[in-house]
Every structure is written in C-alpha cells, then in structure tokens.
C-alpha cells in the first residue's frame, strides 16, 4: 500500500498555552501520518521545536509538552512522500535567520525539487520541505526582513514551488497557513472560543480542540494570523481548484467536512452508486474496516443485502504503510485484520473497500474471507482503477507498483482470486461527492495531471544526487 501525505496543525490563542492544544489536533490528525510527529512553539521571543519518530502520544508526554512553551505553534504528522524515515526528516523544519527562527510543517509534494535544490546549491537536503525552509530562509536573509519578515519573504519565495502545499508556518510572533493555488490537499481555518486561531488539515481536527469551523482557506492563499487576527494574501496566479479527489475516498477521516460535505455521506453515497453499477445476487455485504464501511453500508442499503461485520480490525495497530517497507507490509495485515468464520461460512459475500492500488493487501482479505467459509467474494470497489502514479503527496509515484497500470479488469479479478470485480466509474464517483464543479484533481484515476510533473520523479530523487 502506499503512504498517504501527512497532517498540519497551526494554532494562535489570545489567553492559554497551546503545546496541549496542537497535540490534540495532531492527534485527530494521526490517520494522516504515522511515522513522525512534532509541535513547534513561541512565546513570543524564543521558538521551540520537540520532534521525533512514532505516533503522537509516543513522541509526546507531559514534561515535553510542559517545554513547549507559548501561545502561537504548529505541529506535523509524517508520512514519507518522499525522503526516508529518519529523526532530521521529521518536522517542523526549523531555520534561524539572525533574529528571525521560521517553523515550516508540510502536507504534500513539491514537483520541482531538483530545480529548486540546484538553485539553492544545496545537496544535503533530503526532503521537499527542508527546501522550502532553505528556500524561506534565505528569502528573509535577503533583506527583506522587516516586522514582516515571514509574510514577505513567503510571498516572494511561494510562487517558486511547484506542486502540492498545504503548510503550517510560524515565526516568533504569527502563525500562517498557506495553500498551493491548486490546493491539492486540504486546510482549513476554525476560530477558538477565546478569540484565538487555528489551522487545521481537517476540520475534524477543529471538533476534537472545540474550535468552530470558520471556512476553508482558499487554494492559492495564504492567511496570516497574529495579534490582529487574520490577513488573507493570495502570492499566485489563479488557476482552477483542485482539490484531491482520493481525500474523499480514503484519506480523510469520516467525520471530516470538505467542500461544505461530509465525507461520511459521500462515501455512503458512493456505495449506492457501486450498487447501481454493479449488482450481485449475494447474502450479505461486509466492508474492509475501517476504509471500506460507509461505501459497504450505502451498498447494503442501495441493494437490499444485509450488511455484516465480516473481518475485524485490531484498533491498537496503525495502518499497515506504517512500515514503508513491502517486506513489513506483508506481515502487518495479519496484525491488522482478522475474519470472522461464523458471518461469512457459506456466504457469498460483496466485500466493499475504497480502493486497490498496489493490489496485495487486497489479494490476502480474499484469500482470507474464502479462507474462513465464504461461498463467493464479490469484491466492490467504490473508486476507479487507480492507474496513474500520484506526484502530489501520495507515495504512489512508481507506475509499475499500480496493478491497474499493468492489467485489466478482467485480470486484475483473476489476480485478486474474486468472483467478480467492480469498481465504481469516475462520473459517479464525482457526482457521488456532491460537489463535482466544486474543482478535483482525478489524476491518479484519470491520467490528467493538473500541473506539472517531474520526468524523472521518484521518491529518492534527492538523496541519490
Ligand atoms: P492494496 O490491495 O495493497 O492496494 O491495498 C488496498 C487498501 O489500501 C485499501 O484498503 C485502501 O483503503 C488502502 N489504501 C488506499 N490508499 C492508501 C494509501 N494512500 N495509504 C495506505 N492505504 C491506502
């Protein structure tokens, strides 16, 4: 499976702390990643940075929290899009400019990153975000620095990065978000009851701090907040949104709100849809938890099949691309899923997920539910064949790891050992969220690639220069 882009987190408060209040956004953002988490603070003079590898309640206890002192910071989950695992790839990236020290955290990928580090002259950078810092930093070197300092050199150095951005930045005394003009992946601004700020990946990360959602920041802008609240700056030329359409399918959680619709109720609604494409005499429809259980439910109601918990997922195990290897992501599915004999024995099953891409996880639940009993599998998918490797913060950037991008329908049901095979067509897929016009990048599904791609991208593209 590959990895999904990470979770950004931004706060500004008038009256309290906030070390407490980012760990609690970043963990309600932990399913967007999983293999570093960090939170950086000011107090006004000093920025402070705690970061390191491992789910957020393991990099973060009371004493370090207690550390992080101040009233304005911002936090990161990680996912490797691209680099390695390491401790310095961790973020917030932090860079000291005389008086000035600039945290950067980053959800997706830029597609420009070998012209960027040549101009830079850097060789050690590992990581598209490093870059930016870099790139920021020198920008405020470069005599820009003012009382503006951050906001200025962002809106002369942003306009350089090509691809996907969805950042949290902050300096000593303000916080900003700011969004590619496509706006690839998510971010939104939620107000705190105190009068202060947050930015957030998700809006269920808002709910979990009790901050009240205020709107999305638009693709392409860039919102500064500090003592004066927010300033809303736009550095780039406008072009059409693009929202990723995979958030709607799998990455964000289920209690999110994007474009104004629950994703709940667009998975849902694309469950139907699968139904009224691809139909199947069957006794009852069990989802792959958790991805694949509102889609199963909207199946299951759309058709008249009752719905039944068929595999269950131990909750105390993080998704298996916790482990990037392929060699640990074979093993983490038997620690993750589980079948239950007596739901599926003689059953022919529709087993619902959101989606195949590489293609292994889903041949082993296959092999497992006939394994425990079932007469059939009917596997249901409520995306399309995801034939197009991703440039924009997926790790999907290898074409020949997609199985839809070697094999047909046909074969890719053979391959997977399912007596039929359905995936849902883009039209329905688009309409089921509700939102269509509202502007989505479908690359990855339909090959048509909103902005620029690198030639030659690949995830270590940098560290083999
Ligand atoms: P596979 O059969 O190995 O392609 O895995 C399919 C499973 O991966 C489905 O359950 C999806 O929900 C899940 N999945 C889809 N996209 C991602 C992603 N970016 N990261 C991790 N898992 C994913």
Not at 111 to 118: D, F, K, V
Not at 356 to 365: A, Y
């Amino acid at each position: 499976m590959p990895g999904e882009a990470c979770g950004v987190f931004a706060a500004y408060s008038t009256t309290q702390r906030v070390s407490h209040l980012i760990y609690f956004g970043l963990f309600a953002l932990q399913h967007r990643g999983q293999e570093s988490a960090g939170i950086a603070t000011s107090d006004g003079e000093t920025v402070t940075v705690f970061k390191d590898l491992g789910l957020v309640p393991q990099v973060f206890d009371e004493p370090a929290l207690a550390g992080l002192d101040g009233h304005l910071g911002i936090g990161h989950t990680r996912y490797s899009t691209m680099g390695s695992t390491t401790w310095a790839n961790a973020q917030p990236a932090h860079r000291q400019v005389g008086s000035t020290s600039v945290a950067l955290g980053h959800n997706g990928n830029l597609t420009n990153t070998a012209e960027l580090a040549a101009a830079l002259g850097v060789s050690e950078a590992t990581t598209d975000s490093d870059l930016m810092a870099e790139g920021l930093a020198r920008a405020i070197d470069d005599g820009r620095s003012d009382a503006r300092g951050l906001e200025l050199a962002l809106m002369g150095v942003a306009p350089t990065w090509q691809g996907a951005f969805s950042l949290v930045l902050m300096d000593q005394g303000r916080i900003v978000g700011l969004r590619d003009p496509h706006g690839f992946r998510p971010l939104c601004l939620g107000s705190l009851p105190d009068g202060g700020w947050v930015i957030a990946s998700e809006s269920a990360a808002l709910d979990l701090v009790g901050a009240r959602f205020v709107r999305e920041v638009a693709a392409g802008e860039m919102l500064v907040i500090d003592a004066g609240g927010p300033r809303s700056y736009h550095p780039f030329p406008e072009v059409k949104p693009g929202l990723c359409l995979f958030e709607f399918v799998y990455f964000a959680r289920p209690d999110t709100h994007m474009y104004g619709r629950s994703i709940h109720a667009a998975r849902h609604e694309m469950g139907r849809r699968l139904c009224e494409e691809h139909p199947v005499d069957a006794d009852v429809v069990v989802p792959v938890p958790e991805s694949g259980i509102p889609a199963a439910q909207g199946y299951a109601a759309a058709s008249g099949i009752p719905y039944t918990d068929g595999l269950v997922k131990n909750r105390y195990v993080g998704r298996t691309f916790i482990e990037p290897t392929q060699l640990l992501r074979d093993q983490g599915i038997r620690l993750k899923l589980n079948p239950i004999p007596e739901t599926l024995r003689g059953r022919r099953v529709v087993l619902v997920d959101d989606s195949i891409v590489r293609g292994s996880t889903t041949k082993k639940l296959v092999s497992m539910v006939r394994e425990a009993g079932a007469a059939e599998v009917h596997l249901r998918i409520s995306s399309p064949p995801y034939r197009w490797p991703c440039f924009y913060g997926m790790d999907t950037s290898d074409r020949d790891t997609l199985i839809a991008a070697r094999l047909g329908i046909e074969e890719i049901r053979h391959h997977l050992g399912a007596d039929s095979l359905g995936y849902l067509s883009l039209e329905a897929l688009l309409e089921a969220t509700g939102v269509a016009d509202a502007g989505f990048c479908t690359a990855c599904l339909s090959g048509r690639y909103p902005a620029e791609v690198p030639v030659t991208a690949d995830k270590f593209q940098l560290e083999r220069r």
